[in-house]
């Protein structure tokens, strides 16, 4: 055995995985917000995060336990994270496109979004559910994408409107890319670092608005 282990292979630091634990009532708190913004796409609520928490991670860990394959996507040095998730949930680790959950700490790029299961016809329920770090969502302020969505949940013939910092243009059309043959697809949860959450679910249609 090395002397040194790998980033990736050493334990979580105890702070970590103790802020990622979420007891029954957190779960069925975070279950109940989750499913709300899952049902009514471009809505944002609030989950409640522990101080020093990613808040992606925080979402995932209510939803997550030992039949759930996962995959955690962390920056470089943040392996940590991943561990914690890990051990905080009992989630087993495999790679990003056999993953059935899949917890991004970092921007998502169009290669992860390449790179998901999106199941099949007949099982579509094998598709990647993600947790995706943003820096905000929804609200007046500065932003990198403004989204349109439509479909299931948005009134019939409307589009509802979705502004998001911290996910790029390209990351959006590969999404749309992805859901674009349903039932297949990737269901996505937008968390922001306050806390914030939206939903991009794989009946949404989406488009940057500056396509209009």
Avoid: K, Y
Wanted: aromatic letters at 2%; proline letters at 9%; a negative charge.
């Amino acid at each position: 055995m090395t002397e040194t282990m790998s980033a990736a292979a050493r334990p979580a630091p105890g702070a970590w995985v103790r802020a990622l634990r979420r007891t029954p009532q957190d779960s069925r708190n975070d279950f109940t917000v989750l499913l709300d913004v899952l049902a009514r796409p471009g809505r944002v609520r609030q989950l409640t995060v522990p101080g020093g928490a990613p808040p992606a991670a925080v979402a995932a860990c209510g939803l997550l336990d030992v039949e759930v394959a996962s995959h955690v996507l962390t920056a470089p040095g943040a392996a940590g994270w991943a561990d914690a998730v890990h051990e905080a949930t009992g989630a087993p680790r495999v790679g990003l496109s056999a993953a059935r959950a899949v917890v991004a700490l970092r921007p998502l790029t169009t290669e992860d979004i390449a790179a998901l299961a999106v199941g099949t016809p007949l099982d579509p329920e094998t598709g990647a559910r993600v947790f995706a770090q943003v820096e905000a969502v929804g609200g007046e302020g500065p932003h990198d994408v403004d989204l349109l969505l439509a479909g299931p949940g948005v009134p019939d013939g409307e589009e509802r409107r979705l502004a998001v910092r911290g996910l790029s243009a390209p990351v959006v059309v590969a999404l749309a890319e992805a859901n674009a043959d349903f039932p297949r697809g990737v269901d996505v949860f937008l968390v922001a670092a306050d806390g914030q959450v939206a939903a991009l679910p794989r009946t949404t249609r989406l488009r940057p608005a500056e396509e209009n």
